[in-house]
């Protein structure tokens, strides 16, 4: 028929003995016709029937003809490099920096590729360090947090000594990057008593309040 057709314009051009015809469309008719064949896909959808197979994955060295128990160890495959590969170190000051590549290329593209690797480097994060982050300017996370309400301290939650050793690790290894930092705020969570400062030494001793002028001390 040798027609031409353009969707962005709804316009159908064909050739004819007296010329060349067109046959035009409208928007409201496209939009009916889209909106009716889009429910359809979903009416045809909703009729489908699904069936659950078994998991493909392989019993941990038992081998069965049981189906499979979601409690039993499954080894899911993973994926595996089409080559073998190679370690390169990247950098002579520090060997423990190493990357990959494929044992199968030839001398000069290997050469060549370990070049490219050298050169590029800071391309790669080995630490912390090495991640500076976004500028504000860029994209920052804002709590949704209204200015005019007092903040309130929680409940402080009690965890066993490994908890607390791994938390204060990573408190300061962020602390160290920049990536958090200590904020210290000007209204007090829990005011002082009369502008004192309570100490208590033990439960069995009162608590002692001293003034912050130390200029008179008084037991509760």
Known sequence: MKAMLSPHMLLLKFPTHAGVGQVRGDQLSARTCYVSAT???ARAALRETYSVATSLGVPNGRGTDKPDDPRDETVTPQAQPAED??????????PDRQVRIGTTLSPALRADFITFLRTNTEVFAWSYDDMPGIAPSVISHKLSICPTFKPIRQKRRAYDAERYEAMRLEVDKLKTIGFIQEVTYPIWLAPRWKSMWTICWSRAERPIL???????CSAS
């Open 39 to 41: 429910k359809e896909s």
């Open 85 to 94: 590969l190679e370690p390169v170190t990247l950098s002579e000051a520090q």
């Open 210 to 216: 001293i003034s912050t002028t130390f200029r008179s």
